[in-house]
């Protein structure tokens, strides 16, 4: 991508930092982290620190930092993915070579924390120093769930001055990306004004932080990460010509004939409408050419050998004194490379994979049809029945002998709830990405399978269950309606009358087979302790958890008996509400018997049982709310009787 000026997005382009407990600016820095490596505890760049704190919006000190990652994430980064700070990579978590630091947050971490820390290395006073970066979204959030980031400077790494700060809408992609991270991201600048100028051998503390927005559980929130820092100052004293990145490779082309164009970006930072002077050096340089496309600052370069061989030279921009760095040209002429031979074939069952998903074999072959060896690039993708692609292999360099055939076998699985109809891997050979010489592929169709019928049926007397608890019995029947057999997952769940749900069967697997009805029967307890109402109990075959095909519920009465407690206005001898450690809730007296009070936050997880046992006869129950391990916000207290739920509302402080 080509650099603009603020507030948009800057070249991707590292540079090399110098071995200090700091890093070195001489006014201009740019950082990628595409150096770091895909370890889970990678070592973070000169200067650079992580660090998670658990409340919302907070702020640390860089002295207490971590100069490495805690783990790393890339492509279907999920929801019980690790978190912390993240090295998150643009693909594979552990190979893909452009990376991005990040956070993935949870009930106890609320804040990501990244700071930089440089030493000014260059004779001159600055009073601006100006920042850009882009932002990139590894797992979406829950519903509209929202994020912030935001921006600080410290001249001690300890005492923070706001920058700059802005929200985003999770797009509720809660178990990651196929293709990470997700496509439009997004960009952030700021600038600087530095009350006191820095001067050579000052230091200068920057902090990025990502938060949760305020009304946000931070379970809810994306996963995000930060990437492409440029770092700078003033314009006005700022002059750089940036390129993009990566030598520029033509193919074989014969003696007198002209390939191309292959592209090259420029931007000329500080200077105004001046197009740069092109230079090309080396062995080959009269072997290509270059035509500007000023308007969008682009270079198209061509290649016409002239005599049989590898042909190289180096592409640079001038600009009065200015000079960019090297872009290297590789061309090459000569006798004709030998043709890449290539074929795919499935291995073992041709039969469709089922709705249910499965895993297809194949084998790979390639050989060369000439009398030299060739070093090719082997990659491969896979395209959806909606027309989307994903990469599935990386390109990984191969030698190809003649006289010999290499071969690769592998499996892939196509997922439950991945979409019917039909798929198409596809494998190329030749120069990574554009440079295909040879392509196979290999077709999987994933069928709809027979329609699944479900039941259920309540087995002996159809009585509501007692205001003490009692078993109710029930037997499930299935059946699929088609001529194959479908593997799927049974699984149940429990809707409580106040509406909350209860897990009750992990999903199991199990074979339907044609012309057989499945069966299943079990029972299950109500307790006494829990409300009175309406039981529903909800039975799901398919593919767990989203990919449902077929369900059916059963509901049981729990009857109910005098209210063993109800809730008290809140008086002058209960409270404080709003709190700051601790506060004390008031239940009226009851008749009696068994009650637990139970701590839930406001999506409703629980956090702790405050009380379990008998409830007191002819006096209140006290209930104590111990919130000082917890953060501000709204909680619920509630109390389940022998046939009744009362809650109440309390608020902790800051």
Do not use: C
């Amino acid at each position: 991508m080509s650099v603009r000026l603020l507030p948009v997005a800057f070249l991707l382009l590292a540079l090399a930092i110098p071995a200090s407990a700091q890093a070195s600016f001489t006014g201009l820095y740019v950082q990628s982290f595409d150096d770091i490596g895909g370890a889970p505890n990678a070592e973070l760049p000169e200067g650079w620190r992580v660090q998670t704190l658990p409340g919302i919006r907070a702020l640390g000190d860089f002295a207490d930092a971590s100069t490495t990652t805690d783990a790393h994430g890339g492509n279907l980064f999920g929801q019980s993915a690790p978190t912390g700070a993240i090295n998150f990579g643009s693909g594979p978590e552990a190979t893909a070579t452009e990376r991005a630091i990040g956070f993935a947050s949870n009930g106890d971490i609320g804040t990501g924390l990244l700071y930089f820390h440089f030493r000014v290395d260059v004779f001159g006073s600055f009073d601006e120093i100006w920042y850009a970066k882009s932002e990139e979204t590894y797992r979406g959030g829950q519903d509209e769930a929202e994020s912030q980031t935001e921006a600080f400077y410290s001249y001690d790494g300890s005492t923070w001055y706001a920058l700059f700060g802005q929200g985003r809408t999770s797009g509720g992609d809660r178990d990651g990306y196929e293709d990470a991270p997700a496509a439009g991201g997004s960009s952030g600048a700021g600038r600087v004004d530095l009350p006191t100028p820095l001067q050579q051998g000052d230091e200068l503390y920057l902090a990025f932080r990502y938060s949760a927005a305020p009304g946000w559980s931070t379970a809810q929130v994306p996963a995000e990460a930060f990437d492409d820092f440029v770092i700078g100052t003033s314009f006005s004293s700022l002059r750089h010509i940036f390129v993009g990145r990566g030598e520029r490779v033509f193919g074989d082309v014969p003696v007198g004939e002209t390939a191309g164009p292959l592209t090259v970006d420029y931007n000329p930072v500080g200077y105004s409408g001046e197009d740069p002077v092109v230079e090309i050096t080396g062995p080959a340089a009269a072997d290509f050419s270059v035509e500007l496309n000023a308007p969008f600052n682009r270079a198209e370069v061509f290649f016409t050998p002239s005599e049989p061989g590898l042909r190289e030279a180096s592409l640079r921009f001038r600009i009065g004194s200015m000079v960019s760095r090297e872009v290297a040209l590789r061309g090459g002429s000569g006798e004709p490379a030998g043709e890449i031979v290539a074929s795919v074939e499935r291995v073992g069952d041709d039969a469709p994979i089922p709705a249910g998903g499965g895993r297809y074999r194949y084998r790979v072959l390639a050989d060369i049809d000439g009398p030299d060896a060739r070093e090719v690039d082997f990659w491969s993708d896979l395209l959806f029945p909606d027309g989307r692609v994903v990469e599935l292999r990386e390109p990984e360099t191969v030698t190809l002998t003649p006289g010999e055939t290499r071969s690769v076998a592998a499996s892939r699985l196509i997922r439950a709830q991945w979409p019917t109809g039909t798929y198409t891997q596809r494998f190329y050979w030749g120069a990574y990405p554009d440079g295909a010489e040879a392509e196979a592929s290999l077709s999987i169709e994933k069928v709809t399978g027979g329609e699944i019928d479900v039941a259920v049926e309540r087995v002996g007397d159809d009585v509501p269950i007692p205001a003490e608890g009692g078993r109710y019995r029930y037997r499930v029947l299935a059946s699929v309606d088609g001529p194959d057999a479908r593997d799927v997952d049974f699984w149940s769940d429990l809707l409580l009358p106040d509406g909350s749900v209860v897990t009750l069967r992990e999903p199991e697997a199990v074979t339907l087979a044609p012309g057989e009805t499945w069966r299943v029967g079990a029972s299950r307890l109500i307790r006494g302790a829990w409300p009175t109402g309406t039981y529903t109990q909800r039975f799901y075959l398919g593919a767990f958890p989203d990919g449902v095909e077929a369900q059916t519920s059963l509901t049981v009465e729990k009857a109910g008996g005098a209210l063993a407690a109800r809730a008290a206005s809140i008086g002058e001898t209960e409270g404080p509400n709003p709190f700051r450690d601790r506060t004390v809730v008031r239940f009226e007296e009851g008749s009696g018997g068994f009650v637990r009070a139970e701590l839930f936050d406001t999506v409703g997880r629980r956090i702790r049982v405050l009380y379990e046992g008998a409830a007191p006869e002819g006096r209140p129950l006290v209930v104590t709310v111990d919130g000082s391990d917890l953060p501000a916000g709204v909680y619920i207290v509630r109390l389940i009787g022998e046939s009744g739920v009362e809650t109440r509302t309390v608020v902790r402080a800051r």
